[in-house]
């Protein structure tokens, strides 16, 4: 069992059986749905950042990670900036292959986006036996048929607010690409722009006819599978 608990926007902790836990783009300080002070939220074995915008919360990571401990990941300009803030533990890496981190497997993925530091990417995660994509922030792009090719993930944390990111529509057309049939929406509500709204895709799948359970998690709720 995997538990996926939503802290809002894009940030995410996942827990598994083993007691293995796993934060990504862990924006807390400054995150209007944000359900938990950085106080309060805890520790990982690893921190992903998937690139360097402040909403992904590279700074948030780096004040974890030296509280706390564990060791942040990601593409490896992003590993440097957390390495000379003083991060003890990095792992830094590129869009390529799965690579083993604190006992849990983890592969950076392309994203179509935009970052200060190296590439922006996604994240596929494994943990307990499950697959877990994290899109980062993006677009659609036909590669994510590759995505689902090679790493066929169980469950999918797609953008949907628009603006920066994919909304209703495109998300529609990742999870067809992807074949994924779990997904949580992210990036959305946030900010005025972000307007894409989960039963927007919904409707749209259903007009697709694509089959996929479409889980809506509010800030502080979890799923378990
Ligand atoms: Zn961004």
Do not use: C
Request: glycine share 12%.
């Amino acid at each position: 069992m995997v538990k996926v608990t939503y802290l809002g926007h894009s940030a995410f902790i996942l827990e598994g059986s083993q007691g293995k836990r796993v934060m990504i783009d862990p924006w807390i300080e400054g995150n209007p749905q944000a359900p938990i002070s950085l106080d309060q939220v805890g520790g990982a074995d690893i921190y992903i950042v998937t690139h360097s915008h402040g909403d992904h919360g590279l700074e948030d990571a780096i004040k974890l990670a030296k509280r706390h401990g564990g060791t942040l990941v990601g593409i490896y300009e992003i590993t440097l900036e957390a390495a000379n803030k003083g991060v003890e533990k990095t792992v830094g890496a590129n869009i390529g292959s799965f690579f083993e981190v604190e006992g849990i497997k983890v592969a950076l993925t392309m994203a179509t986006h935009s970052s200060d530091l190296g590439a922006p990417t996604g994240v596929v995660v494994e943990l307990d036996g499950k697959r877990i994509y994290h899109a980062g922030d993006t677009g659609v792009f036909y590669d994510m048929k590759l995505i689902g090719e090679l790493y066929s993930p169980d469950l999918a944390l797609l953008p949907i607010g628009g603006h920066f990111v994919m909304g209703p529509k495109e998300a529609a057309k990742a999870i067809e690409l992807l074949g994924v049939k779990r997904v949580i929406p992210m990036h959305y509500g946030t900010f005025p722009v972000l307007i894409g709204k989960p039963d927007e895709l919904r409707e749209i799948l259903k007009e697709r006819g694509i089959d996929a359970e479409i889980i809506v998690l509010k800030p502080g709720e979890s799923y378990e599978f």
